[in-house]
């Protein structure tokens, strides 16, 4: 959010924001597809491993 309000401006960083927070928050489901993990967040959106936060990954695996 910070770069993209930085290189965008106010308005743009407002809406990442916004899609963040509607996104970012507890309630995600973390589960494996073809031994990669997916993340379905709240709103139903699916992220792919390469794109889910290194640490909830490494959480992941230590509680397996």
Known sequence: M???T???G???GLKAFIKRY???RS???LFKVNNKW???TVNSYYI???DIARHIL???ESDA
């Open 58 to 60: 490494i959480e992941q």
């Open 6 to 8: 930085k290189y965008k």
């Open 48 to 50: 792919n491993q390469t």
């Open 27 to 29: 309630g995600y489901f």
């Open 38 to 40: 997916c993340l379905r």
């Open 2 to 4: 910070y770069r993209i």
């Open 22 to 24: 509607h996104s970012c």
């Open 10 to 12: 106010f308005k743009y």
